[in-house]
C-alpha cells in the first residue's frame, strides 16, 4: 500500500475556503488515481472529487461542483482539493485516497481505491 497523509483541516465560517494537502509516499504517486471522500457524523463516507493519473481528468460529486477543485503536484506527490463557498453541510473528515491502478473504473466508489488516509476535519459553521 501506499502512504497518504492529509493536512490542511480547519475551522472556516460559511463562505469562506480551505485547501486540503494529501501527501503520497513512493515513486509510482504519477501512476495512482486519487480523490477525496468525506464522511459526517453519523453517515456513510461520500465521494467528493477524483483525479485521472496524467490530471487529464477530473470528477466531483454533484453538492461540491462549481466550489471545489482538486489537483495534483507530481513533483511533491501531493494532491490538493481547494474548497470554496463552503458550507455547512460540507463538514465533515476530510479522506484522501489512492487507486493504485490507474484506471477510472469506480473511482466515485470507495472500493475503487485500494489506500486510504487518516483524514483530516473540516468544520463549516453557519
Known amino acids: 500500500q501506499v502512504q497518504l497523509v492529509e493536512s490542511g483541516g480547519g475551522s472556516v465560517q460559511a463562505g469562506g475556503s480551505l485547501r486540503v494537502s494529501c501527501a503520497a509516499s513512493?515513486?509510482?504517486?504519477?501512476?495512482?488515481?486519487m480523490g477525496w471522500f468525506r464522511q459526517a457524523p453519523g453517515k456513510e463516507r461520500e465521494f467528493v472529487a477524483a483525479?485521472?493519473?496524467?490530471?487529464?481528468?477530473?470528477y466531483y460529486a454533484d453538492s461540491v461542483k462549481g466550489r471545489f477543485t482538486i489537483s495534483r503536484d507530481k513533483a511533491k506527490n501531493t494532491v490538493y482539493l481547494q474548497m470554496n463557498s463552503l458550507k455547512p453541510e460540507d463538514t465533515g473528515v476530510y479522506y484522501c485516497?489512492?487507486?493504485?491502478?490507474?484506471?477510472?473504473?469506480?473511482?466515485?466508489?470507495?472500493?475503487?481505491?485500494?489506500?486510504w488516509g487518516q483524514g483530516t476535519q473540516v468544520t463549516v459553521s453557519s
Open positions: 485516497a489512492a487507486d493504485r491502478d490507474g484506471g477510472l473504473l469506480g473511482i466515485t466508489t470507495k472500493s475503487g481505491y485500494d489506500s
Open positions: 513512493g515513486s509510482a504517486f504519477w501512476r495512482y488515481v
Open positions: 483525479i485521472s493519473w496524467n490530471a487529464g481528468s477530473t
